[in-house]
């Protein structure tokens, strides 16, 4: 969740790059977090095409669904992905069932993830459709894509490095097909390595790690955490404000997480 809350801040630092070409950028770099055990990276073309169906499938949809709607609805419909996990988890997964306190955590997450991403101001138009299906399109390759990759424990995480090459690559493709060229600068490298380094590389390896030995209903509410990061990370330097949206909105999703938390804490003593 850390290194996905400095997402928002590199991508401020690199905005004057094309959405397609930072993500390839990015993700082509990430790859290099897994190259150390390259030999790991073979892997069944099915657990290959699921990579690319997480990395390049959401980053796709969600890029598009920024281009045909406003960012602050795409983004808020992109942020229903944790509870998406919360939710699914009994359909992808045997031996899991949902209780009331897993739904009221991940909903809590959701309301304050909704405060940060809109400020408290919303309003859906029809005419922007396709973008918010793309949105909630995206929310759900993401969610499916991990429950999915706690399912499948054949391929090694090293193997995550394989997904990222190759979802950089498609991306990269995208930017040729749909964006304009553009010139680098110097600054624009330290910051694409620390983005693909972090947020964009090592972040993804930890996060297969996390779900594979983890209960998704607990790390899909304490998801949320990502955008409260992020909106402090802003803050902290400069890049944001904090307001009361922003106070109230970090007080309901530190309660979704302490509510996730509990649930692993009473499921921790029943198998003692």
Known sequence: MLLWSMLAFLSVQLSRMP?????????????LCGV?????WRVPLKVLLLGVYGLFGYHFCLFMALRLAPPVEANLINYLWP???????????????????????????????????TGGRLSFDSRYMPGYLLAALAAFIWSSY???????????????GLFCLCSGLLSLLMHFLLEQ????????????ILLGLG???AAFFLWNAALRDGDPRVIGSIAYLTPMLSTLVLIVSGSGVFTLQSGAA???????????????????????
Do not use: W
């Open 19 to 31: 959405p397609f070409l930072l993500i390839g950028c990015a993700l082509i770099i990430g790859a």
């Open 36 to 40: 150390g055990r390259i030999t790991q």
């Open 83 to 117: 509870l998406l996990i919360v939710i699914l988890s009994p359909l992808f997964l045997a031996g899991y069932s949902l209780k009331a306190r897993h739904i009221v955590a991940a909903i809590l997450g959701l309301a304050g993830a909704a405060l940060i991403v």
């Open 146 to 160: 991990s429950l999915m990759t706690k399912r499948i424990k054949s391929f090694p995480n090293a193997a995550i």
């Open 181 to 192: 060229g553009y010139v680098f600068a110097v600054r624009d490298f330290p910051l694409l």
């Open 199 to 201: 947020p964009m590389g």
């Open 250 to 272: 970090i007080v309901l999703i530190m309660g979704g997480s302490v509510v996730g938390s509990l649930v692993q804490k009473e499921k921790e003593r029943k198998t003692a």
